[in-house]
């Protein structure tokens, strides 16, 4: 008997049959030295920029090109990036000296440097409010004015700020505290925390992302190793799934409802999310030991990931391409 197929049952079955991601292009990083931290993207002009903690630089990549066209010195520390579109401006926080540069992103010259305190760690930009975030010191989360430069506030944090969320549709930020195995729930309008939620199946949660439409938080800890799925409207856990080890940075691609996670140990694992509080494994690609972070962008459908240098290789970003 003839067995019919419809057009949608061989598109269906040729999506299921493309990897979960594809490595599409290697950039080389010549002379970038030690740990390599987090990495922010002007998709417009078409450029990467990734903060070479070690190094004390911010290398500058042509996507076009697919090389880096520059590396910019005087930097101490770098560690969170943010680009902001509407100002042509990236943002760099320097954990040496507590700092937020503001960086023309056409000439790369400072246009302002705002003062803090020790360890300016993780950046996000807020284009609702036009401000821009920043987790520093033994715990302060700040908010700044990136157009005039300065600080209009701080949100008093328990302890120092990991990685952190900004939700679009409301005033709430969710900060992870990692030395309290928390997650602060921060009221970024009235500048205040008003909620604050255990992270039960792990301690060590540094790196988290956000599912706005399905209100779910994730959280990656490091010991042990898991993801943990948190309902953001009663700040219950809705699931705990397997990770590898060494997490510091996560990523949800709503279009594909699949989240991507870097991990040190050598990996970045792909779940696939059906309904809000269902998840599986769906391909664990390797990569290279130390490539703990990284940067997904869903205009250009890629995920860059940041490989260290080791002695017998050279820091690179490996590029991969995440599917229609």
Same mark, same amino acid.
């Given at each position: ?170 005033? $709430?930020?969710? +900060? ?6 928390? %997650?602060? &729930?921060? =009221? ?5 925390? #008003? *909620? ?19 209100? $779910?938080?994730? +959280? ?6 898991? %993801?943990? &799925?948190? =309902? ?5 856990? #809705? *699931? ?42 769906? *391909? ?41």
């Amino acid at each position: 008997m003839l067995s019919l197929v419809s057009t949608s049952d061989r598109t269906a079955r040729a999506a299921s049959d493309q990897p979960a991601l594809r490595q599409v292009q290697t950039i080389p990083l010549p002379g970038v030295q030690g740990r390599i931290d987090h990495l922010a993207v002007d998709v417009a002009g078409q450029k990467l920029f990734v903060a070479a903690l070690g190094n004390d630089t911010v290398e500058v990549i042509d996507l076009k090109k697919g090389e880096r066209i520059r590396s910019l010195a005087g930097f101490k520390e770098p560690q969170g990036l943010a680009y902001l579109p509407d100002t042509n401006t990236v943002a760099v926080a320097n954990g040496g000296d507590g700092t937020v540069a503001l960086v023309d992103g056409v000439t790369f010259r400072s246009r302002k440097t705002i003062a803090l305190g020790d360890d300016a760690d993780n950046l996000r930009y807020d284009p609702t409010r036009k401000r821009l975030y920043v987790g520093y010191a033994d715990g302060a989360l700040g908010i700044l004015d990136p157009v005039i430069g300065s600080r209009l506030g701080d949100v008093t944090l328990d302890a120092h700020p990991e990685s952190f969320q900004v939700e679009a549709s409301s005033s $709430r930020a969710y +900060v992870n505290v990692a030395s309290r195995q928390t %997650v602060a &729930v921060v =009221d970024v309008d009235r500048m205040a925390v #008003v *909620a604050t939620w255990p992270v039960s199946a792990g301690s060590a949660n540094y790196p988290m992302a956000l599912d706005g439409l399905h209100h $779910r938080l994730f +959280v990656a800890t490091r010991r042990p190793p898991h %993801v943990v &799925v948190f =309902d953001t409207t009663t700040g219950r856990t #809705v *699931a705990t799934l397997e990770a590898d080890g060494d997490a510091d940075d996560l990523f949800y691609d709503g279009s594909r409802q699949r989240l991507y996670g870097c991990f040190g140990a050598g990996s970045v694992m792909v779940y696939a999310q059906s309904g809000a509080d269902h998840y599986e494994v769906l *391909a664990r690609v390797p990569t290279a030991a130390g490539a703990r972070t990284g940067l997904f962008s869903a205009d250009l459908r890629r995920l860059f990931v940041a490989v260290p240098r080791r002695a017998t290789s050279a820091a690179e970003i490996r590029v991969f391409d995440t599917g229609r």
